[in-house]
Structure formats: C-alpha cells, structure tokens
C-alpha cells in the first residue's frame, strides 16, 4: 500500500501542502537567518539587544497574536499587503502567506542555532587567512561557511520542523481553506472537531512524526559527511 493509497486526496494535499509551505519558508528564510546571525555573533552595536529581542519575539508572543499583526501588516489593507498587491503578490489567505508564517515563526530557532555555530568558530583561522590576503568575502565563504555547515544544517532542520508544525500563526492568517491553506496541523484540528475524523487525524499525526524524524535523521547524516570530509 502506498501513501496516496493510505491517504484520502484532502489529506494528500494537507501532506502536500504543508511540504511546499515548509521547504519554501526554510529555505526563504535561510540566508537571512545566516545574516542575522553573524551579525548578533561577530558584532556589537547601539541596538544590538533590540535586535535580538525582536528576531527573538516570535517565539515569546502567543502564535495567534503574531498571526494577527502579519494579518495586519501584510493583509490587503495592510501597509505593505496594499503596496504588494498591485504587483500581484497577496499573502492572506494563501499559501505564501502560511509559508511566511512558518517562517517567521521558524525564524528565531533557525538563527539561535546558527548564533552557536559562528561563535564556536576560532577566530584565529580566519585572522590566518586574513594574513595571507584573502578578502573577508572570501574568508567567510570559504572558511567561516564551511565551519558553521553543521549548525546551519541543524538550523535548517530546526526551521523545516517548526515550518511543519506551525498551527496558530498560519490559521490566524491564512484561515484552514482545504487545498489552498489547510496544512497539517490545521487538517489534523479540522479532523478532531467531527466526531468521525479521529482515524484521518491519527493517520495524519503518524505522517508528521516521520516526516519530523525523516528531516532529523537526514541532518544528521548530512552533518556526518560533513565532518568526515575535513
């Protein structure tokens, strides 16, 4: 029996759609988790616990409140939805909206982690490599990436996980619109309000977990490799 077999097409897309909505926020939001991360790391400025209080407040804030201030920022009539819409880009109540969701509330996770792995980098490989001439572009790329490639595929993993999970923020937002918005979690609530879904609920949880253990035991091989090959 195969997935599609096991799973009714409303669920299949739930899985479907919560892949999609997963792998784009992490992957949207990875370069600025990096950024972000070096920067609260290696630097130090006026507004510099600011910062971190606010790349932090995601995971702070009641889901559902931080799904409300995107509904407000960057719904139609929002202050950035209405400029984004003449481009034809709109957020609430679609997919893209529960990816940025999941991001922003993955966003915190992913930039702790990735914090750790720059700050357990010896500054002194990379001041030798700066005495040899190489640009600081070049010594980051070629030397600091390298070192943090196991916290950032951890970081990534972390960010994927929470992407799957992500239920409060992504509802307030996007509502639980089957086919266009209804991810896992929300599939999984919809099922448990109707006295005959428990058996699609459970099946659903049992597809989460080994997603969440699938994306884990890939890190972990991949961060294996990573180390075998220094």
Do not use: C
């Not at 790349?55 to 209405?82: A, E, W």
């Amino acid at each position: 029996m195969t997935l599609t077999d096991w799973l009714g097409p409303q669920e299949w897309q739930a899985v479907r759609l919560s892949l999609r909505v997963a792998g784009v926020a992490m992957l949207a939001s990875l370069p600025f988790a990096i950024a972000v991360a070096w920067l609260l790391a290696r630097r130090r400025f006026p507004g510099h616990g600011l910062l971190s209080g606010i790349v932090h407040l995601p995971l702070v804030l009641p889901p559902v409140v931080t799904g409300y201030l995107l509904l407000l920022t960057f719904g139609t009539q929002g202050p950035i939805g209405s400029l984004l819409q003449p481009l034809g880009i709109t957020f609430a109540f679609r997919w893209t909206g529960a990816a940025l969701a999941a991001a922003i509330m993955a966003f915190p996770l992913m930039v702790r982690t990735i914090r750790l792995g720059f700050e357990s980098v010896d500054p002194r490989l990379e001041q030798a490599a700066a005495t040899l001439g190489a640009p600081r572009i070049w010594i980051f790329l070629t030397v600091t990436l390298p070192l943090i490639l196991p916290a950032m595929l951890a970081g990534a993993t972390l960010g994927f996980a929470k992407a799957m999970g992500e239920f409060g923020a992504t509802i307030t937002f996007v509502s639980n619109i089957p086919g266009q918005t209804q991810t896992l979690p929300s599939a999984i609530y919809a099922l448990l309000q109707v006295p005959s879904g428990e058996a699609q609920a459970m099946r659903l949880v049992l597809v989460s977990v080994v997603i969440a253990i699938g994306a884990v035991l890939v890190s972990e091989w991949l961060a294996r490799r990573m180390e075998a090959r220094r």
